[in-house]
């Protein structure tokens, strides 16, 4: 089994830079695909971005482009997203997901076998 376990959220201002990061651990850390979901108070669980093992490929949802970059350090079997440029509407609990196998629809929720707790990020003045 793959745990994983979420940090770095917290309550941040608008225009402002949050760190978040995922890491792995159990039977096996070997992540073929990895990735961020958000999810809103009343609003359906929303894909945010993935990113291959080797980090040569990427995905992001349009609302995050040029704002977010997903990385991932294989050696420390930790995963990463960096949030840029912070609004309100990116307030959410975001979570980090796993996939043991390759898929090329890395939006789609059923595609992870394996999710994280959760951590909050709040974006308000």
């Known amino acids: 089994q793959v745990q994983l376990v979420e940090s770095g959220g917290g309550l941040v201002q608008p225009g402002d830079s949050l760190r978040l990061s995922c890491a792995a651990s159990?039977?096996?850390?070997?992540?073929?695909?990895m990735g961020w979901f958000r999810q809103a108070p009343g609003k359906a669980r929303e894909f945010v971005a993935a990113?291959?093992?080797?980090?040569?490929?990427?995905n992001y949802t349009d609302s995050v482009k040029g704002r977010f970059t997903i990385s991932r350090d294989n050696a420390q079997n930790t995963m990463y997203l960096q949030m840029n440029s912070l609004q309100p509407d990116d307030t959410a609990v975001y979570y980090c997901?796993?996939?043991?196998?390759?898929?090329?629809?890395?939006?789609?929720?059923?595609?992870?076998?394996?999710w994280g707790q959760g951590t909050q990020v709040t974006v308000s003045s």
């Open positions: 997901a796993a996939s043991l196998h390759y898929t090329s629809q890395p939006m789609h929720t059923w595609e992870y076998a394996y």
């Open positions: 990113i291959s093992w080797s980090g040569g490929s990427k």
């Open positions: 159990g039977y096996t850390t070997r992540s073929y695909v």
